[in-house]
C-alpha cells in the first residue's frame, strides 16, 4: 500500500514525521529532505526511514491539489474535487479514486498495472468509467486499455 499526500501538505507533515529520515526519490536519486522542506514540483515520492543505513519504512506518493481539488500531476487540466477524487473505508481510510489510480498506472504497462485494470476497469460505474476513457484518451491517446469493453463509452 502506498500512502498519498498532497505536495502543499508535505512541510507540515515532514515537521511531524522529524524523527524520521526523508529522502526526496527525484530522477533515480534520493535527496534529503529536512523537517519543513517543499518538494521540487518534479519530485513525486517520498521515502522514509528510521535512521540513516536503516531500512525504509514506508512512502509518501505526492499529489498536487489545493486543499479542494485534486490535480493530475502529468496534465493539470484534469482536475477533480476531493469528494470525487477519493473515497473511504467503512471505518475511515482514505483512498484515491480507483479511476485515478488506474490512470497512474497507464503510464507504465507493467505486469501488475495490467492485473489491476482487468480486475478494477470492470467494476468502474458508467460515469468513472467514462471518466477514465476521456483521461486516457487526452493523456495517452492511442493506449490499448482505450480498445477495452471494460471501458464501456456512455
Known sequence: ???GLFR?????VSRELASFEMHLANGGELFPLRPGDSAPEDGNSVWCRDSAGGPWRFEF?????????WVFRRDSSL??????????TADGL???????QLLYKAKGLRPKDEEDFAVVAPLLDRAT???LRTALAR??????????AALRPT
Do not use: C, F, K, Q
Not at 8 to 12: C, E, M, N
Open 94 to 100: 482514505e483512498y484515491l479514486a480507483p479511476e485515478i
Open 1 to 3: 500500500m502506498d500512502a
Open 79 to 88: 482536475r477533480r474535487p476531493l469528494a470525487n477524487a477519493l473515497r473511504r
Open 61 to 69: 506518493l505526492l499529489d498536487s491539489g489545493d486543499g479542494s481539488e
Open 8 to 12: 502543499v501538505d508535505l512541510p507540515r
Open 139 to 148: 493523456t495517452h491517446p492511442g493506449h490499448p486499455w482505450l480498445a477495452s
Open 129 to 131: 468509467s467514462h471518466w
